[in-house]
């Protein structure tokens, strides 16, 4: 399948560049003040509603943005990864985490995990002094640690061990987490895909020193540790291992074991409503065939619209509930892992920007921190804006959410029209003039969870296809971690072949001092 770039659409680049020039004059309070405005600008799959209403675009650009998708096969190519075709070719790879979560694969792959989780929960598996475990620590990073910790952080835990997440080496890190902590009742989940990521594999060697330091010498841990990875070999013990399928990546994998966490703390009835608004979402996006009402297309094609013709730099995450606190750096990953990529899946130089750097942060607190620079810098951005309200309940908060509500609606108003005043006070004056997309859930739950994540997903593969470059490897992390081992081969054996004199001065100054 021959994918497009600028130069196979070059009329429709053209287009939407003669598009941008007319849009920039337009009057937007007053595609606010059109009454059809919301009725065409939003799309509401199961409990999600999606309303881009206050985006940089009116029909005509969506029309061509859909001739865009249309031409580079979009919903084909989902159709194409979903089937298990080779998608991440430097890998020689399927991305199969769609797949993994289908109601057949999953009752069949997760069967191991579920099993676990249960026998942690009911106490069928114990720790060595026979106490059951009340504390889990997910030793991971990255895809290994993200998913399991935005869940945990965004549902209500109503009974299960707690859970504690160890990413960093840093012996603050650890003391935060293991202090305090029974070694006879805590279990510990070492969750490495590759299990060569020197942060996860340095802190399990760590906690087994503490473990053992902690315990009767003849105690058996062989039930305190856990291994969540796609390569066993590496687990010599007799411990308890659970696989994760190579063709699931690290950002994509809270469908596959490395969601053990989840289903310990939560259960499994938890874990598979968190799968099954992921097939809902997945249904969505692979049954719309039609462009216009294509969830994760249409978000993509915003992302696209925004990055290569308005020329934004960077794409907010603003989750205006504390609950989802994790969202923005989720995304972090999933969006700039995936498309922060500069040659195209032909292995040739990509001619335009790819992936905008995504950060954000909780709301309404971003409002006392960088909302200024939203209004009035000099910055070009996008947003989303995720609100959970649950409209229907006239609970004791309900005033306090509308309130929230009221705000976030506010903030994606302000950053699109602006707020412009007499010119006597233009120290007072928003430009606006940039595109935020509304998030609503109507409730903040394992399936609606499930739903946003996949959707996301979906975005991510669409527009890593959209732009030519491969969504599912990670070539450009691998640099840093070689270089990381000479600099610390010279500041621990004074190893200097591979580490630059002004390198070795600051490692040498830093030493002495
Ligand atoms: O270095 C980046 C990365 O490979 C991510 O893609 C991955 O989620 C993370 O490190 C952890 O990798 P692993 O699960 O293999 O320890």
Not at 112 to 118: N, T, V, Y
Not at 390 to 399: G, M, V
């Amino acid at each position: 399948m021959r994918v497009t770039n600028r130069s196979d659409n070059n009329q429709i680049w053209q287009d939407l560049e003669t598009h941008a020039c007319r849009f920039s004059d337009l009057d937007l309070n007053r595609l606010l003040a059109d009454t059809k405005r919301f009725t065409n600008s939003h799309l509401q799959v199961e409990h999600l509603l999606v309303d881009w209403s206050r985006q940089l675009v009116d029909q005509s650009i969506q029309d061509s943005l859909d001739q865009l998708a249309t031409n580079s096969r979009v919903h084909q190519f989902l159709l194409s990864m979903c089937r298990g075709d080779l998608v991440n070719k430097t890998e020689s790879r399927a991305a199969t985490h769609v797949e993994q979560r289908s109601l057949h694969a999953s009752d069949q792959s997760l069967q191991p995990m579920f099993k676990f989780a249960e026998q942690i929960r009911n106490g069928t598996l114990r720790g060595h002094s026979g106490k059951s475990f009340t504390d889990v620590v997910n030793v991971g990073i990255g895809g290994s640690h993200l998913g399991p910790e935005l869940v945990y952080r965004a549902l209500v835990q109503r009974q299960g061990p707690r859970l504690h997440f160890l990413t960093n080496t840093h012996p603050a890190a650890r003391s935060e987490i293991l202090d305090g902590l029974d070694p006879d009742s805590t279990l510990f989940i070492i969750a490495s895909k590759s299990y060569g990521t020197f942060e996860t594999l340095d802190n399990a060697g760590y906690i087994r020193q503490w473990m053992i330091e902690r315990v009767p010498p003849n105690a058996d841990l062989g039930n305190h540790f856990i291994h969540v990875t796609s390569n066993p070999e590496h687990i010599t013990n007799n411990e308890t291992v659970l696989r994760v399928p190579s063709s699931i990546g690290g950002r994509f994998s809270i469908w596959s074991a490395m969601g053990l966490a989840i289903a310990i703390a939560f259960g499994i009835d938890v874990y598979q409503d968190l799968l099954a608004g992921a097939r809902s979402m997945d249904i969505h996006v692979l049954e719309a065939s039609d462009i216009a009402h294509n969830l994760a297309i249409k978000l993509a094609l915003l992302a696209v619209w925004n990055t290569n013709v308005i020329k934004t730099e960077s794409h907010l995450i603003l989750p205006y509930d504390p609950r989802l606190q994790l969202l923005p750096a989720y995304l972090q990953q999933l969006e700039m892992e995936s498309n922060g990529k500069s040659i195209s899946r032909d292995g040739e130089p990509i001619n335009q920007h790819t992936s905008p750097i995504v950060w954000g942060g909780v709301e309404t607190d971003g409002q006392h921190a960088y909302h200024q620079l939203l209004h009035q810098g000099t910055r070009k951005y996008s947003a989303d804006i995720i609100v959970t309200h649950s409209a229907s309940s006239q609970n004791d908060y309900s005033n306090t959410e509308d309130w929230i509500l009221a705000n976030a609606v506010a903030q994606s108003t302000v950053m699109f029209t602006g707020n412009h005043v007499s010119s006597e006070q233009r120290f007072k004056n928003i430009k606006g003039r940039h595109g935020s997309t509304i998030f609503v859930l109507n409730e903040l739950n394992a399936f609606n969870l499930g739903a946003l994540i996949s959707l996301y997903e979906h975005k991510v593969a669409c527009l890593g296809h959209l732009w030519n470059v491969n969504s599912f490897d990670q070539w450009g992390v691998e640099a840093g971690k070689r270089l990381a081992d000479d600099v610390y081969g010279f500041l621990h054996h004074g190893e200097a072949q591979n580490v630059p004199p002004a390198t070795a001065a600051l490692l040498n100054k830093i030493k002495k001092a």
